[in-house]
């Protein structure tokens, strides 16, 4: 079972199971669920859940049919049948793809118990709202039957993400059924992993393109580049797809693949996301191709580089890939896209670079201005700002202004204060980078 059936699951994990499909692991295949819309549902199954991958390039397009997915479903409309597959003897794999967000974690750290959808789950009702509602259902229906634990697998990008779900789901089980918590701590596993593919959001000129290609439509079209990675903790409760036959990669730690790509790749992203929005770009590509833009993206990967620590790619030729794909002008990557969410994206791309840099006393322009875009971008005057904390956030402005909104923000006692904990005098020279009318 996969939750949270968007396009990048789509362009990545159900592409790595359709490869281990097509080297006789047939007894593998994928349910799909949206926790909230119906799009995808309405999308594919009319399909029969076939969908088809493009990937653009230079060297031009190839386009692929995925045949891993046999069901989607539309959890508001039929929780039931969610329950049903999480708890059934055929199910070992539960994946996550689900946003930062979709952890529903708060601003000072650990689950949001505030959250009136976390409240609901709680309860234990019969509609969840939530993923650990569902889980706390379908595990619970598991252990009650005899059924083994299942492998609990988030393919977000968050540090430590396995850690991370395990701590959240734990948290909430402690609160509303302990034991099921002391059970699933013993018989599940939550692997590690990082997950690597740059898919935009399909726009209606793309399924038109495609559609003319294939001489169908397809609703559930997704774009992406050729280049895809995955690499997942070797840690598992059961028995799982054959991954490696596409190329996924088993090891004991992720740790130093992980933060090289939340670090590089998606720091420069988001970096790239609001200085190049502040110029007027509207793409990737765009973005990268200013020389400005450019020598600082490379100057924050090589910041981001000195904080790293373990096995993972090698800095600089990572780097050079990463510039290499950025510039790829046949993949229209809106920067608005990578700007969403971008109080539940920061810390892990950003913050934890400027503390390990001050730690060894060296500076990180790059990560400054990229922060300071960021704050200057959710003040949101002339565009809509789309993150959960969006009204706190102008509020902050709207009170404290420029002169104050940094140390509102991540000072003593700001809304980050417990979380992001970055060095004083980062606050300061944020701060400076925000002077002006």
């Known amino acids: 079972m996969h939750i949270g059936i968007g396009a990048f699951h789509r362009a990545h994990m159900a ?11 047939t007894r593998w295949a994928i349910a799909g669920v949206s926790l909230r819309s119906r799009e995808v549902r309405d999308a594919m199954a009319p399909q029969d859940c076939l969908y088809t991958v493009t990937t653009r390039s230079a060297q031009g397009e190839t386009v692929r049919l995925i045949g891993a997915v046999v069901e989607v479903i539309a959890a508001p409309d039929t929780p039931n049948r969610v329950i049903d597959l999480l708890a ?9 793809t689900v946003s930062e967000k979709g952890y529903v974690r708060a601003a000072g750290g650990g689950l949001d118990f505030a959250d009136v959808d976390i409240a609901h789950d709680l309860r234990l009702q019969a509609s969840p709202r939530t993923l650990y509602g569902y889980l706390a259902h379908g595990l619970r229906r598991r252990r009650a039957a005899g ?28 609160r509303c059924d302990a034991d099921l918590g002391r059970w699933v701590e013993a018989e599940c596993a939550f692997p590690c992993s990082m997950v690597d593919r740059i898919v935009p ?65 998606n720091g420069a992203h988001s970096a790239l996301a609001y200085l190049g ?29 000195a904080s790293l620590m373990g096995k993972g790619p090698e800095p600089r030729e990572y780097a050079k890939l990463l510039i290499a794909r950025f510039r790829n002008r046949a993949l229209a990557h809106r920067l608005s896209q990578i700007a969403m969410d971008g ?14 840099n001050a730690r060894s006393g060296r500076a990180c322009a790059a ?5 300071a875009a960021w704050i200057d971008y959710v003040k949101g005057d002339d565009h809509p700002v789309d993150d959960p904390l969006a009204a706190q956030l102008r509020g902050l402005w709207a009170v404290h202004g420029r002169a104050g909104v940094v140390g509102a923000l991540i000072g003593q006692g700001g809304l980050f204060a417990r979380t992001w904990e970055v060095p004083d005098q980062t606050i300061s020279e944020v701060s400076a980078l925000l002077v002006g009318p």
């Not at 990560?367 to 922060?371: F, R």
């Open 201 to 265: 959001a399909t726009t209606p000129t793309d399924i038109d393109r495609i559609g003319d290609l294939l001489g169908v439509r397809d609703q559930a079209a997704v774009v992406t580049e050729p280049f895809r990675q995955l690499v997942i903790e070797n840690k598992f409760s059961g028995p799982r797809p054959l991954w490696e036959a596409g190329g996924a990669v088993f090891v004991d730690d992720v740790a130093g693949y992980e933060s090289a790509k939340l670090r590089t790749l």
């Open 88 to 96: 059934a003897p055929g199910t070992h794999v539960a994946t996550l």
């Open 277 to 305: 929005l502040a110029r007027g770009y509207a793409y990737v590509h765009e973005a990268i191709a200013d020389p400005d833009l450019a020598a600082l993206a490379t100057d924050l990967m090589s910041d981001a580089a």
């Open 147 to 174: 059924l083994p634990g299942l492998t609990i697998l988030s393919c977000d990008n968050l540090t430590q993400n396995g850690a991370q779900l395990a701590a959240a789901l734990g948290a909430f089980l402690e």
């Open 15 to 25: 592409v790595y199971t359709d490869d281990a499909m097509a080297v006789g692991e």
């Open 343 to 356: 109080s539940q994206k920061t810390p892990q791309r950003w913050l934890e670079v400027l503390r390990a």
């Open 367 to 371: 990560h400054l201005k990229a922060l």
